[in-house]
Protein backbone atom coordinates (compact mmCIF):
# COMPACT_ATOMS: atom_id res chain seq x y z
CA UNK A 1 0.00 0.00 0.00
CA UNK A 2 1.05 3.41 -1.33
CA UNK A 3 0.67 5.55 1.69
CA UNK A 4 0.88 9.27 1.32
CA UNK A 5 2.82 11.83 3.65
CA UNK A 6 2.67 15.18 5.38
CA UNK A 7 4.60 17.33 7.55
CA UNK A 8 3.06 20.50 9.68
CA UNK A 9 5.66 22.48 11.04
CA UNK A 10 3.63 24.46 13.28
CA UNK A 11 3.18 25.61 17.24
CA UNK A 12 1.12 22.84 19.67
CA UNK A 13 -2.39 24.71 20.57
CA UNK A 14 -3.16 22.66 23.72
CA UNK A 15 -6.97 23.28 23.44
CA UNK A 16 -6.78 20.86 20.14
CA UNK A 17 -8.17 23.13 18.27
CA UNK A 18 -5.51 25.13 16.02
CA UNK A 19 -1.79 24.31 15.54
CA UNK A 20 -0.58 21.17 14.49
CA UNK A 21 -3.27 18.92 16.75
CA UNK A 22 -5.88 20.52 13.76
CA UNK A 23 -3.02 20.10 11.24
CA UNK A 24 -3.03 16.44 12.04
CA UNK A 25 -6.71 15.79 12.66
CA UNK A 26 -6.87 16.96 8.83
CA UNK A 27 -4.16 14.85 7.74
CA UNK A 28 -5.93 11.91 9.31
CA UNK A 29 -9.43 12.57 8.26
CA UNK A 30 -8.10 12.76 4.45
CA UNK A 31 -5.71 10.03 4.74
CA UNK A 32 -2.45 10.85 4.41
CA UNK A 33 -0.05 10.17 6.86
CA UNK A 34 0.82 13.34 9.17
CA UNK A 35 4.08 13.85 10.78
CA UNK A 36 5.18 16.97 13.08
CA UNK A 37 7.84 19.41 13.75
CA UNK A 38 7.48 21.67 16.79
CA UNK A 39 7.92 25.33 16.70
CA UNK A 40 6.14 26.28 19.84
CA UNK A 41 4.48 25.23 23.27
CA UNK A 42 1.38 27.53 23.50
CA UNK A 43 -1.20 27.04 26.33
CA UNK A 44 -4.47 27.94 25.13
CA UNK A 45 -7.89 27.38 24.98
CA UNK A 46 -11.04 28.63 23.50
CA UNK A 47 -11.00 31.83 25.52
CA UNK A 48 -7.15 33.19 24.08
CA UNK A 49 -3.56 32.26 24.71
CA UNK A 50 -2.40 32.01 28.11
CA UNK A 51 1.36 31.09 27.17
CA UNK A 52 4.05 30.59 24.44
CA UNK A 53 7.08 28.52 25.15
CA UNK A 54 9.23 28.77 22.05
CA UNK A 55 11.63 26.38 20.65
CA UNK A 56 14.91 26.50 20.14
CA UNK A 57 15.96 27.42 16.22
CA UNK A 58 18.07 23.82 17.00
CA UNK A 59 15.45 22.00 18.20
CA UNK A 60 12.98 22.38 14.81
CA UNK A 61 16.03 21.92 12.94
CA UNK A 62 16.69 18.62 14.18
CA UNK A 63 12.97 17.54 14.58
CA UNK A 64 13.09 18.45 10.33
CA UNK A 65 15.87 16.99 9.89
CA UNK A 66 14.85 13.46 11.60
CA UNK A 67 12.04 13.42 8.93
CA UNK A 68 14.00 14.45 6.00
CA UNK A 69 16.12 11.68 6.69
CA UNK A 70 13.73 9.08 6.73
CA UNK A 71 10.05 9.60 6.75
CA UNK A 72 10.25 11.91 3.31
CA UNK A 73 6.88 13.76 3.49
CA UNK A 74 5.45 14.74 -0.07
CA UNK A 75 3.99 18.03 1.12
CA UNK A 76 4.94 20.44 4.26
CA UNK A 77 2.95 23.17 5.78
CA UNK A 78 3.89 25.37 8.34
CA UNK A 79 1.62 26.82 10.43
CA UNK A 80 3.33 29.29 13.60
CA UNK A 81 6.67 29.77 13.33
CA UNK A 82 7.04 32.77 15.97
CA UNK A 83 10.66 34.56 15.38
CA UNK A 84 13.12 35.21 12.62
CA UNK A 85 15.45 32.24 14.03
CA UNK A 86 12.94 29.70 13.37
CA UNK A 87 12.02 30.85 9.93
CA UNK A 88 15.63 30.86 9.34
CA UNK A 89 15.91 27.53 10.16
CA UNK A 90 12.33 26.16 8.72
CA UNK A 91 13.55 27.65 5.69
CA UNK A 92 17.39 26.26 5.37
CA UNK A 93 15.62 23.18 6.08
CA UNK A 94 13.34 23.01 3.03
CA UNK A 95 16.11 24.02 0.91
CA UNK A 96 18.34 21.04 2.06
CA UNK A 97 15.59 18.56 1.33
CA UNK A 98 14.78 20.23 -1.99
CA UNK A 99 10.74 20.13 -1.12
CA UNK A 100 8.63 22.13 -3.39
CA UNK A 101 4.77 20.87 -2.46
CA UNK A 102 5.41 23.80 0.52
CA UNK A 103 2.29 25.53 1.90
CA UNK A 104 2.93 28.71 3.98
CA UNK A 105 0.22 29.85 6.39
CA UNK A 106 1.60 32.92 7.64
CA UNK A 107 0.26 32.87 11.13
CA UNK A 108 0.51 35.92 13.05
CA UNK A 109 -2.18 36.66 15.45
CA UNK A 110 -4.77 33.78 17.16
CA UNK A 111 -8.33 35.02 17.14
CA UNK A 112 -7.96 36.46 20.49
CA UNK A 113 -5.65 38.81 19.43
CA UNK A 114 -2.19 37.21 21.08
CA UNK A 115 0.95 37.86 18.91
CA UNK A 116 2.44 34.49 17.76
CA UNK A 117 4.95 36.24 14.94
CA UNK A 118 7.45 38.92 16.68
CA UNK A 119 7.56 41.91 14.80
CA UNK A 120 10.58 41.59 13.32
CA UNK A 121 10.39 37.81 12.25
CA UNK A 122 7.94 39.48 9.05
CA UNK A 123 10.89 40.82 6.83
CA UNK A 124 12.72 36.75 7.56
CA UNK A 125 9.55 35.62 6.36
CA UNK A 126 9.47 37.67 3.40
CA UNK A 127 13.31 36.70 2.27
CA UNK A 128 13.53 33.30 3.42
CA UNK A 129 10.57 31.61 3.37
CA UNK A 130 7.91 32.91 1.12
CA UNK A 131 9.88 31.97 -1.87
CA UNK A 132 9.87 29.22 -1.36
CA UNK A 133 6.28 28.43 -1.51
CA UNK A 134 4.10 26.80 -3.99
CA UNK A 135 1.15 28.04 -2.00
CA UNK A 136 0.86 31.01 0.52
CA UNK A 137 -2.74 31.47 2.14
CA UNK A 138 -2.81 34.86 4.21
CA UNK A 139 -5.92 36.16 5.82
CA UNK A 140 -6.98 39.48 5.06
CA UNK A 141 -4.78 40.88 8.21
CA UNK A 142 -1.92 38.94 7.40
CA UNK A 143 -1.94 39.96 3.57
CA UNK A 144 -1.89 43.59 4.50
CA UNK A 145 0.94 43.02 6.86
CA UNK A 146 2.86 40.95 4.43
CA UNK A 147 2.43 43.90 1.34
CA UNK A 148 1.72 46.72 3.20
CA UNK A 149 -1.69 46.91 1.08
CA UNK A 150 -4.82 48.04 2.77
CA UNK A 151 -7.59 45.35 1.63
CA UNK A 152 -11.50 46.76 1.24
CA UNK A 153 -12.12 45.70 -1.97
CA UNK A 154 -11.82 42.71 -4.51
CA UNK A 155 -9.34 44.99 -6.46
CA UNK A 156 -7.19 45.72 -3.50
CA UNK A 157 -7.01 41.91 -2.71
CA UNK A 158 -6.02 41.27 -6.30
CA UNK A 159 -3.57 43.97 -5.66
CA UNK A 160 -2.19 42.06 -2.53
CA UNK A 161 -1.87 38.42 -3.95
CA UNK A 162 0.20 39.90 -7.33
CA UNK A 163 2.53 41.65 -4.87
CA UNK A 164 3.15 38.50 -2.76
CA UNK A 165 3.19 36.01 -6.11
CA UNK A 166 6.40 38.66 -6.77
CA UNK A 167 8.06 37.92 -3.46
CA UNK A 168 7.83 34.47 -4.70
CA UNK A 169 4.82 32.78 -4.22
CA UNK A 170 3.74 30.33 -6.45
CA UNK A 171 0.08 30.53 -5.77
CA UNK A 172 -1.01 33.18 -3.64
CA UNK A 173 -4.86 32.42 -1.88
CA UNK A 174 -5.82 35.13 0.17
CA UNK A 175 -8.62 34.13 2.52
CA UNK A 176 -12.18 35.88 2.76
CA UNK A 177 -12.80 34.61 6.46
CA UNK A 178 -12.24 38.22 7.87
CA UNK A 179 -14.43 39.94 5.14
CA UNK A 180 -17.36 39.65 7.94
CA UNK A 181 -19.81 41.93 6.23
CA UNK A 182 -20.04 39.82 3.04
CA UNK A 183 -22.66 36.70 3.50
CA UNK A 184 -20.09 34.81 0.99
CA UNK A 185 -16.70 33.98 2.30
CA UNK A 186 -14.51 33.67 -1.09
CA UNK A 187 -11.15 32.70 -1.06
CA UNK A 188 -8.80 34.38 -3.84
CA UNK A 189 -6.67 32.14 -5.86
CA UNK A 190 -3.82 33.79 -7.81
CA UNK A 191 -1.05 31.54 -9.64
CA UNK A 192 0.70 34.58 -11.29
CA UNK A 193 -1.39 34.36 -14.58
CA UNK A 194 -4.80 33.85 -13.55
CA UNK A 195 -7.63 34.82 -10.70
CA UNK A 196 -10.24 31.87 -9.48
CA UNK A 197 -12.65 32.32 -6.40
CA UNK A 198 -13.55 29.75 -4.43
CA UNK A 199 -16.37 30.45 -2.35
CA UNK A 200 -18.81 29.32 0.09
CA UNK A 201 -21.90 30.62 2.61
CA UNK A 202 -20.55 32.37 5.25
CA UNK A 203 -22.00 30.75 8.74
CA UNK A 204 -22.37 32.61 11.97
CA UNK A 205 -20.30 31.28 14.38
CA UNK A 206 -18.02 32.12 16.87
CA UNK A 207 -16.52 29.12 16.68
CA UNK A 208 -13.78 29.11 13.47
CA UNK A 209 -10.85 28.93 16.25
CA UNK A 210 -8.08 26.92 13.77
CA UNK A 211 -10.26 27.47 10.41
CA UNK A 212 -6.96 29.28 8.91
CA UNK A 213 -4.62 25.66 9.86
CA UNK A 214 -7.17 23.28 9.28
CA UNK A 215 -7.96 24.62 5.61
CA UNK A 216 -4.02 25.03 5.32
CA UNK A 217 -3.64 21.33 6.39
CA UNK A 218 -6.25 20.42 3.58
CA UNK A 219 -4.45 21.86 0.83
CA UNK A 220 -1.52 20.01 1.99
CA UNK A 221 -2.88 16.85 1.94
CA UNK A 222 -3.92 17.38 -1.27
CA UNK A 223 -1.05 18.28 -2.12
CA UNK A 224 0.72 15.47 -0.59
CA UNK A 225 -1.85 13.31 -2.90
CA UNK A 226 -1.18 14.60 -6.13
CA UNK A 227 -3.79 16.96 -6.68
CA UNK A 228 -3.23 19.80 -8.57
CA UNK A 229 -3.44 23.73 -6.69
CA UNK A 230 -7.09 24.30 -7.20
CA UNK A 231 -8.54 20.59 -6.71
CA UNK A 232 -6.33 20.44 -3.76
CA UNK A 233 -8.22 23.77 -3.04
CA UNK A 234 -11.55 23.14 -4.03
CA UNK A 235 -11.67 19.99 -1.41
CA UNK A 236 -10.19 22.01 1.10
CA UNK A 237 -12.86 24.86 1.11
CA UNK A 238 -15.32 21.69 1.06
CA UNK A 239 -13.80 20.29 3.97
CA UNK A 240 -13.62 23.66 5.95
CA UNK A 241 -17.20 24.32 5.47
CA UNK A 242 -18.41 20.89 6.53
CA UNK A 243 -16.07 21.56 10.00
CA UNK A 244 -17.63 25.12 10.41
CA UNK A 245 -20.93 24.06 9.63
CA UNK A 246 -20.48 21.46 12.08
CA UNK A 247 -18.78 22.87 14.87
CA UNK A 248 -18.74 21.07 18.04
CA UNK A 249 -20.01 23.97 20.43
CA UNK A 250 -17.18 22.91 23.41
CA UNK A 251 -15.20 25.88 25.32
CA UNK A 252 -16.89 29.31 26.01
CA UNK A 253 -14.41 31.44 23.87
CA UNK A 254 -14.02 30.82 20.49
CA UNK A 255 -14.30 27.34 19.79
CA UNK A 256 -12.91 24.59 17.45
CA UNK A 257 -14.46 23.05 14.06
CA UNK A 258 -15.60 19.96 13.89
CA UNK A 259 -13.04 17.47 11.78
CA UNK A 260 -14.92 14.76 11.61
CA UNK A 261 -17.62 16.70 9.37
CA UNK A 262 -16.59 16.44 6.02
CA UNK A 263 -15.77 11.98 6.21
CA UNK A 264 -19.45 11.83 7.97
CA UNK A 265 -21.16 13.82 5.26
CA UNK A 266 -19.64 11.79 2.37
CA UNK A 267 -20.20 8.31 3.97
CA UNK A 268 -23.92 9.57 4.94
CA UNK A 269 -23.82 9.90 1.45
CA UNK A 270 -22.69 6.90 0.34
CA UNK A 271 -25.44 5.41 2.71
CA UNK A 272 -23.69 4.53 5.33
CA UNK A 273 -24.15 6.82 8.17
CA UNK A 274 -23.04 6.80 11.08
N1 LIG B 1 -17.84 32.19 9.09
C1 LIG B 1 -17.33 31.48 8.06
N2 LIG B 1 -18.17 30.83 7.21
C2 LIG B 1 -17.68 30.12 6.17
N3 LIG B 1 -16.38 30.03 5.89
C3 LIG B 1 -15.49 30.66 6.68
C4 LIG B 1 -15.91 31.42 7.81
N4 LIG B 1 -14.81 31.92 8.45
C5 LIG B 1 -13.75 31.48 7.74
N5 LIG B 1 -14.15 30.74 6.67
C6 LIG B 1 -13.29 30.05 5.71
O1 LIG B 1 -12.30 29.37 6.48
C7 LIG B 1 -11.03 29.39 5.80
C8 LIG B 1 -10.02 30.06 6.73
O2 LIG B 1 -10.18 31.46 6.61
P1 LIG B 1 -9.87 32.54 7.71
O3 LIG B 1 -10.80 32.35 8.85
O4 LIG B 1 -9.88 33.85 7.00
O5 LIG B 1 -8.40 32.15 8.16
P2 LIG B 1 -7.64 32.43 9.51
O6 LIG B 1 -8.05 31.37 10.47
O7 LIG B 1 -6.22 32.30 9.08
O8 LIG B 1 -8.00 33.81 9.97
C9 LIG B 1 -11.30 30.11 4.48
O9 LIG B 1 -11.63 29.15 3.50
C10 LIG B 1 -12.48 30.99 4.80
O10 LIG B 1 -13.21 31.35 3.65
C1 LIG C 1 -0.49 27.14 17.90
C2 LIG C 1 -1.41 27.95 17.06
N1 LIG C 1 -1.20 28.03 15.73
C3 LIG C 1 -2.03 28.76 14.96
C4 LIG C 1 -3.12 29.43 15.50
C5 LIG C 1 -4.00 30.28 14.63
O1 LIG C 1 -5.28 29.78 14.57
P1 LIG C 1 -6.31 30.15 13.40
O2 LIG C 1 -6.23 29.03 12.43
O3 LIG C 1 -7.63 30.25 14.05
O4 LIG C 1 -5.87 31.43 12.77
C6 LIG C 1 -3.33 29.31 16.89
N2 LIG C 1 -4.36 29.94 17.49
N3 LIG C 1 -2.46 28.58 17.65
Known amino acids: MKV ?43 KGVQGVYPMTAEAVSAQIQS ?3 DLRPDAVKTGMLFSAVIIESVSNEIVRYGWKNVVIDPVMI ?17 KHLIPLSLVITPNIPEAEVLTDIRIRSLEDKREAAKKLHHLGAKNVIIKGGHDEAKDIAADLLFDGERFSEFKSSRIQTANTHGTGCTYSAAITAGLA ?5 PEAV ?15 GIGSGHGPTNHWAFNKRKKEAEGYGC
Open 110 to 126: AKGGASLLQNEAILAMK
Open 67 to 69: IGE
Open 4 to 46: NKALTIAGSDSGGGAGIQADLKTFQELGVFGMSALTAVTAQNT
Open 234 to 248: DRAKKFIQAAIENDL
Open 225 to 229: DGLTV
